[in-house]
């Protein structure tokens, strides 16, 4: 609930800020077609106040070591001071000591360098004494020679906008915490309860209650594979990565991966097809890898007719290692493939078993890596997902 409300949170201040950002962003281009040169004697600096006192934003002149030479009048509104108490003043006295160096290197030396539409988010203080959080557009603006003489910018106050990122930041992680929390209370009971299960059937074979034994031992297998699945999500949202990288040849991996994915084809009576062609690195966790296109395989064994023949292929281009899993089964509806990768979706009709958490792991295990997971489905016709992987660069070193 608290996710959810954080997002529409979220949304609303950015559905807001569009409009503002538009003023923002046509402002600068107003700035850059008419005072590309600022020349007095032509009435650019009227031109220039006339403007910046039309728009919202907090508008500046600076001198090229950032003292104020002109305030726009939304500084009463935005920060509280008024705009002539602060010309000839320094603004590095405003802002937050946190984020001086980063305005200075981000903002302010790009500026002097000539960079035009600089971007820096930082903290000023108000006039309260409170700090609040600014965005702010630097451009230099140059004379005849090409040195910079002033320096604009456009400010906007996104206060808001911060405040729905961190209470989305804090509701991820009390989320994450819920499920790591709960997964590791139902570990120790549902491995109890199967234990139990499993040394009744050893003591009384061929009695009357071995089927619920048998029933038991196989839906706590069921819900601790999930509460295992619950723990890698948690832990993947958590700062403390729960990945391994390691640079890996290509074929190597692919290796592994073709014979772990023909065994589970067996198993589910399909034969697997495989066409495995790589060269290159690729900086992975390889039992996460393989548990992810393991996922692929399993879900196109599963839903595909009996004895039906599964693609393996892989291929090397533009800098990517794509590994792509074909079935020939049923296929997916076009309005439910873009939710296939949601945590516990399962799709209309389908009796397989199953927690819904597969491809939803497989994705964050891509997105881990840089990569991702691409899918094409035609009803009828059957499924073909591509787990995608950023190629490194040569010179690495190898497992």
């Known amino acids: 609930m608290r996710l959810t409300i954080a997002r529409r949170r979220f949304h609303s201040v950015v559905a807001g800020g569009v409009l503002a950002g538009l003023a923002f962003w046509g402002l600068r281009v107003l700035r850059a077609g008419r005072l590309g040169r600022l020349d007095p004697s032509h009435g650019d600096e009227e031109r220039f106040h006339l403007i910046a006192e039309k728009t919202s934003d907090l508008v500046c002149l600076h001198e090229p070591d950032g003292r104020y030479l002109y305030i726009s009048p939304s500084c009463r509104r935005l920060l509280g001071y008024e705009p002539e108490a602060l010309l000839g003043s320094d603004p590095y006295d405003l802002f937050h000591p946190d984020d001086l160096e980063r305005i200075r290197s981000e903002a302010h030396e790009k500026a002097l360098d000539g960079q035009g539409a600089v971007s820096v988010t930082y903290r000023i203080r108000k006039e309260s004494g409170e700090y609040t959080w600014f965005e702010t557009l630097t451009e230099p603006i140059l004379d005849e020679s090409g040195e910079v003489v002033r320096l604009q910018t456009a400010s906007r106050d ?13 509701a991820a992680s009390a989320r994450a915490e819920f499920l790591a929390e709960v997964s ?6 549902l491995t109890v309860i199967r234990g139990n299960a499993e040394v009744g059937l050893e003591l009384e074979r061929e009695c009357d209650h071995e089927e619920v034994l048998r029933e038991i031992v196989r839906e ?17 949202e958590s700062p403390a990565s729960p990945f391994r990288m390691e640079p890996v040849e290509a074929k190597v991996l692919l290796a592994d991966l073709e014979r772990r994915a023909g065994a589970l084809a067996a198993e589910n009576d399909a034969t697997l097809d495989t066409t495995l062609l790589a060269t290159g690195l690729v900086r992975v966790d390889p039992v996460r890898v393989e548990q992810a296109i393991l996922a692929l395989v399993d879900n196109a064994v599963k839903y595909g007719p009996e004895g039906q023949s599964v693609t393996l292929r892989s291929a090397c281009s533009d800098g990517e290692l794509r590994v792509e899993v074909g079935d020939r089964g049923p296929g997916i509806p076009e309005a439910e493939l873009p939710h ?20 939803s792991i497989a994705q ?19 499924t073909s997902m591509s787990f995608v992987l950023p190629l490194l660069q040569a010179g690495s070193e190898v497992r």
């Open 158 to 170: 996104v206060s808001e906008h911060k405040r729905a990122e961190e209470a989305l930041a804090e």
């Open 184 to 189: 590791h209370e139902l570990r120790t009971p």
């Open 340 to 359: 296939v990768f949601e945590r516990f979706y399962r799709l209309d009709g389908v009796e397989e078993p199953g927690s819904g958490l597969g491809l």
């Open 364 to 382: 964050t295990i891509a997105e881990a890596h840089g990569g991702r997971i691409e899918a094409e489905s035609q009803p009828g016709e059957g």
């Open 220 to 236: 706590s297998s069921t819900m601790s594979r999930m509460v295992e699945d619950l723990l890698f999500l948690a832990r993947s």
